[in-house]
């Protein structure tokens, strides 16, 4: 008789050790879902801006960059900040943009990190072009 009193506790604390190992489960599976969320945002906004850019490049041997208000066409970035620099017949484009209210463009970095330990999105793109001239 006392042994069935016995098995009786300790299946109940069996019970409530899986149950705490099924919640942990379920807040990872829910962290990374997340972490995934943010990181095909960020690749969005990524492949958006890349688009911008490429279309800023092909505007830019036509010479009707200055049409288009780029700024209110993205919908998609936030503050975008379009800056293009020439020199010797190549141009070169680049894209800030922020992140939410986290940053302002002017904090963004094109140059990838050296040694980080965790890699942050960047929020610039660039791209360079010939910029006119002779072919």
């Known amino acids: 008789m006392r042994r069935a009193r016995a098995s009786t506790g300790s299946s109940l604390l069996e019970v409530t050790i899986a149950l705490l190992l099924l919640a942990s489960a ?7 879902q997340l972490a995934m969320r943010a990181a095909a945002a960020d690749s969005a906004a990524r492949a958006t801006a890349l688009g911008f850019v490429d279309s800023w490049a092909e505007l830019a041997g036509a010479g009707g960059t200055t049409m288009v208000d780029w700024e209110r066409a993205s ?5 975008p900040r379009f800056k293009q620099t020439t020199r010797d017949g190549l141009a070169h484009v680049e894209l800030r943009w922020s992140r939410g209210s986290t ?5 963004a970095t094109c140059e990838p990190a ?11 793109v660039s791209l360079a072009f010939s910029g006119g001239g002779e072919r």
């Open 114 to 124: 050296v040694s980080t330990a965790v890699r942050a999105p960047r929020t610039c």
């Open 75 to 79: 919908t998609v970035l936030v503050d």
């Open 26 to 32: 379920t807040i990872a599976v829910l962290g990374a």
């Open 103 to 107: 940053a302002s463009p002017q904090d």
